[in-house]
């Protein structure tokens, strides 16, 4: 489906936006952008499976993002260029919608002593204690607590109803979702007999940027130090980032993720759904982790990983399974077998 109507947008400037060649009038307009299936002469689209043109036969886009080689499979309005997913991500941009208006709401509720840049816009009931700083044109949600001695770098925007915790610094241009909790108290006890006594997190959240992160993701603050979030990271939504974590440049981390305290993840990671990984070890640079992968030790060697059991038909799971219970047994008697021919 269409993305719904926005104001038009010319397609010289979106030609310029993704440094594609235009075919066409580049005074000519699109309204919206659209999958292939459902392109309308008001729509932007790309096609990056020249299979899919016939799939699609009688398409008929406002314009079309593809590739050099399938220009000439298509005689409408068309950008070449070499990547088109990548174009469009680029020209997307043009489409949102978000913060238009800038001031701060009647209902909002800011200290005195708080810094705010130009055309800064602050929604209704939104809260920023005292000392905080945001810069030029960052946009806060509704709802959204901004609590002491925090920083926004300029152009991030924080949704409707974020939790920002005391000393939390965030850099420039992010992007920050409804419901993420950012420098809540880490998960820190040391033993006190049979109970537990609370340890208190006296460090931050230090956010690089460029940094998206989505909708009810947690980090918590650091127990000394700060917990650390690299440039241009991307964090899908119901991720859980412990304290002391440490994430490189350009991760990328898929939903439910789950970093237990003081872990160390390197740069240009990807790190598939549901994965676990474990406290106080280490992950170099470009690694890969399937989803669901459990991760109980240092991963040194760049590579892909996973542990996760694919699903499969439940009778040859339940095969499978009774084999792995026959394990020990089968090692047990190929020991035996192999002392009697020593």
């Known amino acids: 489906m269409s993305s719904g109507l926005v104001n038009p947008v010319c397609l010289e400037r979106v030609a310029d936006a993704c440094g594609g060649k235009l075919i066409g009038d580049p005074a000519a307009t699109v309204f919206s952008v659209s999958s292939l299936e459902d392109a309308t002469p008001d729509s932007l689209t790309f096609m990056v499976d020249s299979s899919k043109l016939a799939e699609n036969h009688g398409i008929n886009p406002g314009v079309i993002l593809l590739k050099p080689e399938d220009s000439g499979l298509f005689s409408g309005p068309r950008i070449v260029v070499a990547d088109p997913y990548l174009a469009y991500a680029t020209v997307s941009e043009l489409f949102a919608t978000g913060f238009k208006e800038i001031g701060v709401h009647s209902s909002a509720v800011i200290d005195p002593s708080v810094s705010l840049g130009s055309n800064v816009r602050v929604g209704a009931h939104a809260v920023i204690a005292a000392h905080c700083q945001l810069g030029d044109g960052v946009s806060v949600g509704a709802n959204t607590v901004i609590e002491r001695d925090c920083s926004v770098g300029a152009d991030s925007v924080i949704d409707s109803s974020v939790t920002i915790y005391t000393n939390t610094r965030i850099g420039m241009r992010c992007r920050i979702s409804s419901g993420a909790v950012l420098g809540a108290s880490g998960f820190g006890y040391a033993p006190d007999g049979h109970s537990w006594r609370r340890i208190e997190q006296l460090g931050g959240v230090r ?75 280490i992950i170099v640079d470009d690694v890969v982790l399937h989803a669901l992968a459990f991760v109980t030790k240092s991963i040194t060697v760049v590579g892909e990983y996973t542990s996760a059991v694919p699903a499969q038909p439940a009778r040859q799971w339940r095969r499978t399974l009774a084999h792995l219970n026959r394990l020990d047994k089968l090692v047990e008697r190929i020991k035996k077998t192999g002392n009697k021919n020593d």
């Open 207 to 281: 956010i690089g940027d460029d940094v998206d992160i989505g909708a009810n993701t947690t980090i918590d603050r650091g127990t000394i130090g700060d917990t650390l979030i690299g440039h241009r990271v991307k964090l899908d939504n119901l991720i859980h980032i412990a304290h002391n974590v440490k994430v490189g440049d350009d991760t990328i981390m898929a939903a439910c993720v789950g970093i237990a305290g003081s872990a160390d993840i390197g740069k240009r990671c990807r790190i598939g759904g549901r994965s676990s990984i474990n406290g106080h070890i």
